[in-house]
C-alpha cells in the first residue's frame, strides 16, 4: 500500500494505491490532501484486517439491478401469492420511481427519511399515502438493501433505525357480531347456507371454509381439518396453505352433522364440499351477489341485523365461542392466529367480563383464606 501524489489541472492531488484481500491491485485517487489519502489508507488497513472491507465496484449497482434478484427470492412458492402481489406493486410503484436509479451506496439515512415521511403528506390536491402503504415500501427498500448487505456490497442499512416512522390508525373499537338468531336467519336466506354455518361454527376465514374438501371432514370426532386456503389474487385463485402455514383440526357442533353431509352427498373425497365440487366459489363482487342479496334481504325483515361483509362471520364465530366460556386458547386454535396475543389484540372487547371474573375469584380466595387470622381486619 503506499501514497503517491500526482499533477492535475486542478492542482496536485493524492492517490492511495492498495491491494485487495483478493490480491487485486488498484487505487483510489483524487484526494486533495495528503492527510486525506493517510486517513483512507489507515481506513482500509483496519477494515482489511477486521474483515469489514467493501468492495467499491460492488457497491456502485443500483438499487434497480439488485431489484429484480430480490424479487425472484419472494415470489411463490417462497411467499404466499396474496402476500407477494403487495410487494411487487409496492416496488413498481412507489420504490422504483423513487429508487430504481440510484448506486446503493450513495444513499443516506436523511434522505430515506424524508422520502418516507413525504409520502404521507398531501400532494396537488391529493391524499397522502396511508401509513401501510409507506411502511410497505420502506419495508422493500430495506430488504433490498439488506440483500445487498449480505452480498458483502455495503456495511450499513440507511432504511433501517429510522426515528419517525408513520404510525399506523389504530382499529376503531367495535365490529358486527351477529346473535345465533340472526346467523341462522342469514343461513335461512343465503344460497349457500352451509358455508355461513361452517363460517361461524368453525371460525374460518372465507378462502379456507371455500378450500375444504369432502375427506376433510371427520365425522366421528366431528373435527374440520384445515390443510388448504383458495385465495383470490387478481382474477386468479391461488390454492395453498392456510395462512400462518399451520394445519389444524377445528372441533364442529354436533347439530351441523346433517348440513356436512349434505354438503358431501354425491361427491368424491377430493371434490370441494362447498359448491358444485369442482371450482372454488369466488366472493360476490356486486352488492346484488349472493352474500349481499342474503344480508340486504334479512335486514328488510330484522332492521337491527348489521350491516356485515362475509369476514364479519369470523368475527361472530370469535364472540359466540367466547360467550360459550372458551378461553383464549381455543379461540386462538380455532381461528388459527400466529398467538395468543394475536386473539387477544384482536377480540380485546370480547374478554373484558373475563378480568371481572379473576378479580372476583381472587377476592373469594383472599377471604377464604382470611378466616380467623389477624390481618382479617384489612378486608372491607
Known amino acids: 500500500m503506499s501514497v503517491k501524489k500526482y499533477d492535475t489541472a486542478a492542482g496536485v492531488r493524492w492517490r492511495v494505491r492498495y491491494q485487495k484481500p483478493n490480491g487485486q491491485r488498484t487505487d483510489k485517487r483524487g484526494f486533495k490532501t495528503k492527510r486525506e489519502a493517510d486517513l483512507y489508507e489507515a481506513s482500509l488497513t483496519v477494515s482489511k484486517a477486521v474483515g469489514d472491507y467493501i468492495d467499491p465496484a460492488l457497491s456502485r449497482v443500483t438499487i434497480g ?14 411467499m404466499k401469492p396474496s402476500s407477494y402481489e403487495p410487494l411487487e406493486i409496492s416496488w413498481r410503484v412507489h420504490v422504483e420511481p423513487r429508487w430504481g436509479n440510484r448506486e446503493i ?33 420502506l419495508g422493500v427498500l430495506a430488504g433490498i438493501l439488506d440483500m445487498a448487505i449480505a452480498d458483502g456490497r455495503m456495511k450499513r442499512n440507511p432504511a433501517r433505525g429510522l426515528k419517525n416512522m408513520p404510525r399506523k390508525a389504530k382499529r376503531k373499537p ?11 336467519a342469514l343461513a335461512a336466506e343465503a344460497r349457500y347456507p352451509g358455508l355461513i354455518l361452517i363460517m361461524v361454527y368453525c371460525g374460518l376465514r372465507w378462502s379456507e371454509a371455500t378450500a375444504l374438501r369432502v375427506r376433510h371432514i371427520n365425522t366421528v370426532r366431528r373435527r374440520v381439518h384445515v390443510e388448504e386456503n383458495a385465495v383470490l389474487v387478481g382474477n386468479v385463485i391461488h390454492v395453498g396453505t392456510p395462512k400462518s402455514h399451520e394445519f389444524r383440526y377445528v372441533p364442529y357442533p354436533r347439530f351441523l352433522d346433517s348440513t356436512l353431509s349434505e354438503l358431501a352427498a354425491g361427491k368424491g373425497p377430493d371434490d370441494l364440499l362447498i359448491g358444485d365440487g369442482l371450482v372454488h366459489l369466488r366472493p ?3 352488492r346484488d351477489g349472493w352474500f349481499d342479496g342474503a344480508v340486504s334481504r334479512v335486514r328488510r325483515m330484522d332492521p337491527t341485523f348489521p350491516r356485515i361483509t362475509s ?26 392466529h400466529a ?42
Open 65 to 78: 439491478q439488485l431489484a429484480d434478484r430480490w424479487l425472484a427470492g419472494k415470489r411463490p412458492p417462497a
Open 105 to 137: 451506496r450513495s444513499i443516506v439515512p436523511s434522505e430515506v427519511q424524508e422520502w418516507v415521511t413525504g409520502m404521507g403528506q398531501p400532494v396537488s390536491n391529493q391524499p397522502g399515502k396511508s401509513a401501510t402503504v409507506a411502511l410497505r415500501a
Open 174 to 184: 367495535g365490529r358486527s357480531y351477529l346473535t345465533i338468531d340472526q346467523v341462522h
Open 284 to 286: 360476490s363482487k356486486t
Open 311 to 336: 369476514h364479519d362471520l369470523r368475527h361472530t364465530a370469535a364472540s359466540i365461542a367466547v360467550s360459550a366460556g372458551a378461553n383464549v386458547k381455543a379461540v386462538q386454535h380455532m381461528l388459527g
Open 339 to 380: 398467538s395468543a396475543a394475536e386473539t387477544l389484540d384482536t377480540y380485546a372487547d370480547l374478554f373484558p367480563d373475563d378480568l371481572d371474573a379473576v378479580a372476583d375469584r381472587m377476592d373469594a380466595a383472599t377471604r377464604a383464606a382470611a378466616v380467623g387470622k389477624m390481618w382479617a381486619g384489612v378486608l372491607a
